[in-house]
């Protein structure tokens, strides 16, 4: 197992700002003017009913839905500007994990290291991590949601970024691999990386910012 | 920017390979829909040389269209597709790149077979290599146009059937330069021309294809 697990060789985030960000999905104002300011380091924790809009703001935040007002800059550039650059810079883990049913584990995960340029060495450490590593030669449509879900996180080690927006993310973890995953953030945050984690609750994140969507 | 384009390459080209029938339905279509042929008009040599080429012309676009789906449902359904889009390569190239491979396991098969429809339909010996250069040259635009219908219509229940309807009008110049390049060679009056058009049609939907169908899956995305 490579020494290198813990480190995360990343180019730490800079200051994340949301400036009265809005955003609109079918004629409804979803969630209207959000202020925040993350410096490296910090994660926020969105709080929220089903359906309060907390997904959309993670896809909002990855550039995949246009704010319909608002500005969000990283290091003082409106990111909006340059999504290409931006998104390079970012995770987006959401309700589905990415994963090829028909391929195996680790051809699910070398192919998302691939995608996402991330470094094929890194990856000898991202099975261990999640407890994947005697699932590896499995297809991926055998796995349960708990370990589709563990497969899924493999690429926050795998391709090291540092943004991470986490859309529920412990979804079908057991405990054990709860305690994986907030070691996990805590060890991005302290690398100078930022995280954006929606959830219900079942993730601890040591000292958050947080934001309450209401319902 | 070239490490994402190579592991997708890897990827789809493996996904094929792990699902055969779907990779070869495109072409088993094409061999038994033509096979009906003969059954059905008679297998009188006369009328299979007459319709020969463009029957064959036709059931190519419509193996391509049976396969269009897979292209970007799959990826959609299973969040694949946010993933390409947060790929450090322009999406224009991603989208090229798995049309590529799509071709590869699709239309590139039904060049293959073309020799032995050929035969099916009693086409002259000049159609042996005729038939398989124009459909060379066809299939990839058949495929460019057609990833424009299906990133339009990815995720939209009832998709195919309307791939179906929005991409087979566009299908047509294809079709006839497509038909007129084999006609020309079998008939003796020299199909180049038609060549050359195939050839600048494959050209022009590789260069702006990839624009639509990029601008098609982001809006999927919202």
């Known amino acids: 197992m490579p020494a290198a697990v813990g480190d995360q060789a990343i180019v730490p985030a800079a200051v994340l700002e949301a400036d009265g960000l809005a955003c609109r999905r079918g004629g409804r104002l979803l969630i209207a003017a959000v202020d925040w300011r993350l410096a490296p380091g910090d994660a926020l924790l969105l709080h929220g009913a089903n359906g309060s809009g907390k997904s959309s703001l993670l896809r909002l935040l990855a550039g995949f839905l246009r704010p319909a007002a608002g500005r969000l800059r990283h290091g003082g550039n409106d990111v909006f500007a340059d999504l290409p650059e931006w998104r390079g810079l970012l995770h987006l883990i959401g309700y589905q994990d990415g994963l090829k049913p028909s391929l195996t584990v680790a051809e699910n995960l070398a192919a998302v290291t691939g995608l996402l340029g991330g470094s094929t060495a890194r990856l000898g450490a991202a099975p261990h991590r999640f407890a994947l590593a005697e699932l590896a030669d499995t297809p991926a449509r055998f796995l349960s949601s708990g370990q589709r879900r563990r497969a899924g996180l493999a690429r926050l080690v795998a391709a090291p970024r540092p943004i991470w927006l986490l859309d529920e993310p412990a979804t079908g973890l057991d405990a054990q691999n709860r305690r994986r995953l907030e070691a996990l953030i805590d060890e991005h945050r302290r690398a100078g990386g930022i995280a954006v984690v929606a959830s219900h609750g079942d993730v601890q994140v040591k000292s958050p910012h947080m934001l309450d969507l209401g319902h | 920017m070239w490490q994402p384009l190579a592991a997708l390459a890897r990827r789809d080209l493996r996904l094929a390979l792990r699902s055969p029938t779907e990779t070869f339905m495109g072409v088993i279509f094409f061999l038994v829909a033509l096979s009906l042929f003969p059954l059905g008009v008679g297998a009188s040599p006369d009328i ?136 020309g060679v079998l008939l003796g009056l020299g199909g180049r021309t038609a060549f050359l058009i195939l050839g600048a049609m494959l050209l022009a939907a590789a260069s702006l294809a990839p624009f639509a169908i990029a601008a098609a899956l982001r809006l999927a995305g919202e």
């Open chain 2, 48 to 183: 299979l040389t007459r319709i020969g080429a463009g029957v064959i012309w036709v059931l190519a676009l419509l193996a391509v269209l049976l396969t269009l789906d897979r292209l970007f449902q799959a990826d959609l359904d299973d969040g694949s597709l946010d993933l390409l889009r947060l790929a450090p390569a322009p999406l224009e190239f991603i989208v090229l790149v798995k049309c590529a491979v799509h071709w590869l396991t699709s239309g590139l098969l039904l060049v293959v077979a073309s020799p032995l429809l050929a035969l099916l339909m009693a086409l002259p010996a000049d159609a042996y290599w005729a038939l398989p250069l124009a459909l060379l040259l066809g299939t990839p635009t058949l495929t460019l146009i057609g990833a424009i219908g299906a990133g339009l219509l990815v995720g939209s229940r009832r998709g195919s059937v309307l791939t179906a309807l929005i991409v087979l009008p566009l299908y047509i110049p294809v079709l006839i330069f497509g038909m007129s390049a084999v006609d």
